[in-house]
């Protein structure tokens, strides 16, 4: 069996799936973390716009490609937008992960349940519309 021959045990693949999890939530933090600071020593002293009004994201805020090109360039608001998406997509990654375990185990019902899991999550990030 290609689980037995990889040298992998049950306890092992729970320990690379936690780690995948530990490690993706704690780069997100620092990756925040250092994003708040940034904007802080850049925007700490400015004075607050109206709190009544709404302001939505600029556009180049809407999208991946977007956040991670203003990221690159530094932008504080950008970065904390990118620790963020790797906060969502460190859960997907995990249940991704569970798939390629499952699907190693030949463990087959494990397999379809957990790509219905990884379908729902996908579908409420897409939006979760029916229409």
Same mark, same amino acid.
């Given at each position: 069996m290609i689980w037995q021959t990889l $040298? *992998?045990?049950d306890e092992r693949a729970e320990e690379i799936l936690a780690h995948l999890l530990r490690t993706g939530v704690i780069l997100s933090a620092v990756i925040v973390l250092s994003g708040g600071l940034m904007y802080l020593a850049q925007h700490?002293?400015?004075r607050?716009?109206?709190l009544h009004e709404w302001h939505g994201e600029p556009r180049e805020?809407?999208?991946l490609? $977007? *956040?991670g090109?203003?990221?690159a360039q530094g932008d504080?608001?950008?970065i904390i937008q990118l620790g963020l998406i790797l906060l969502i997509a460190t859960p997907i990654a995990r249940v991704i992960a569970s798939v390629w375990v499952f699907t190693l185990k030949r463990d087959y019902l494990y397999v379809a349940f957990t790509l219905i899991v990884l379908g729902v999550l996908l579908f409420s990030l897409a939006g979760g519309r029916l229409e």
């Open positions: $040298g *992998i045990t700490g002293r400015q607050t716009r109206g805020m809407r999208s490609g $977007g *956040i090109r203003a990221a504080s608001a950008s």
